[in-house]
């Protein structure tokens, strides 16, 4: 993943409304109608989140006849625990540099 994916995955996690969604979805799968009544917001704010979830590539959709079924992309949130673990992982003497 390039730079501006991660940008756009922890800008779609940068809202605690959509971190919510996410934890939601790490336990099932779900129909907006459920997502939307743990909720008090209306069905074009949760759209909102909903696209940037999806746009971003965390959750993903599917029409399911009137309804849209959400599903954690669990491919992208390994992609960011492994980007942090990297992160972490930078040689300590890297940090400390006194070059600056």
């Given at each position: ?6 940008a756009?995955?922890f800008k779609?996690?940068s809202d605690?409304t959509?971190?919510?969604i ?15 009544e ?9 759209s909102y989140?909903m ?5 971003s590539g965390?959750?993903?959709s599917?029409?399911d006849?009137n309804?849209?079924r ?7 949130i390994?992609k960011?625990?492994?980007l942090?673990?990297?992160l972490l992982?930078?040689d300590?003497?890297?940090r ?5």
């Amino acid at each position: 993943m390039e730079n501006a994916d991660f940008a756009l995955l922890f800008k779609a996690m940068s809202d605690e409304t959509r971190l919510r969604i996410i934890n939601m979805l790490s336990k099932e799968n779900l129909c907006a109608c459920h997502i939307l009544e743990a909720f008090n917001i209306t069905q074009p704010t949760l759209s909102y989140h909903m696209k940037i979830l999806v746009d971003s590539g965390i959750v993903t959709s599917q029409k399911d006849g009137n309804w849209t079924r959400y599903y954690l992309n669990k491919d992208s949130i390994e992609k960011v625990q492994k980007l942090t673990l990297d992160l972490l992982s930078v040689d300590p003497s890297i940090r400390e540099s006194d070059a600056c």
